[in-house]
C-alpha cells in the first residue's frame, strides 16, 4: 500500500520560512515524479512545484513561488521537500504532496496516482 506522509506545517509570520516533507512508504520514488499541491480555502487546489526522477532532476514551477520556494527530493530516504522561503499570507494553504510514474512534472490533478493527506501552513500578516 502507497502512502505519502507530509509533515513540517505551522503558523509562521509573512517574510518567515518552513521547509515541508513529504515521506513516501510502499513505493520506491525512484521512478516517480513528485510535486507539491496547495488548496486554500475557497479555492481549487492548484500546483505549485514538482521535481522529475529523471537524471538531471528537472524541477518546475508556479508563477507565484518562483525565487522563493524550492522543491528538493531525497531518494534514498524516499523522501521530497519543500523549502518555502519569504513566505506571504497569500500562501497559506493545506499543502499536499503527490506522486506519479514517469519523467514529466504533470500540473494537472488528475495526473497523479497517489496524494498525501495534507499540512497546514498558515501565514500571519
Known amino acids: 500500500q502507497v502512502q505519502l506522509v507530509e509533515s513540517g506545517g505551522g503558523l509562521v509570520q509573512a517574510g518567515g520560512s518552513l521547509r515541508l516533507s513529504c515521506t513516501v512508504s510502499?513505493?520506491?520514488?525512484?521512478?516517480?515524479?513528485m510535486a507539491w499541491f496547495r488548496q486554500a480555502p475557497g479555492k481549487e487546489r492548484e500546483f505549485v512545484a514538482g521535481?522529475?526522477?529523471?537524471?538531471?532532476?528537472?524541477?518546475y514551477y508556479a508563477d507565484s513561488v518562483k525565487g522563493r520556494f524550492t522543491i528538493s527530493r531525497d531518494n534514498a530516504k524516499n523522501t521530497m521537500y519543500l523549502q518555502m522561503n519569504s513566505l506571504k499570507p497569500e500562501d497559506t494553504a493545506l499543502y499536499y504532496c503527490?506522486?506519479?510514474?514517469?519523467?514529466?512534472?504533470?500540473?494537472?490533478?488528475?495526473?497523479?496516482?497517489?496524494w498525501g493527506q495534507g499540512t497546514q501552513v498558515i501565514v500571519s500578516s
Open positions: 503527490a506522486s506519479r510514474r514517469g519523467q514529466v512534472v504533470r500540473q494537472g490533478l488528475n495526473e497523479y496516482d497517489y
Open positions: 510502499g513505493r520506491t520514488i525512484n521512478f516517480s515524479t
Open positions: 521535481i522529475s526522477w529523471s537524471g538531471d532532476g528537472s524541477t
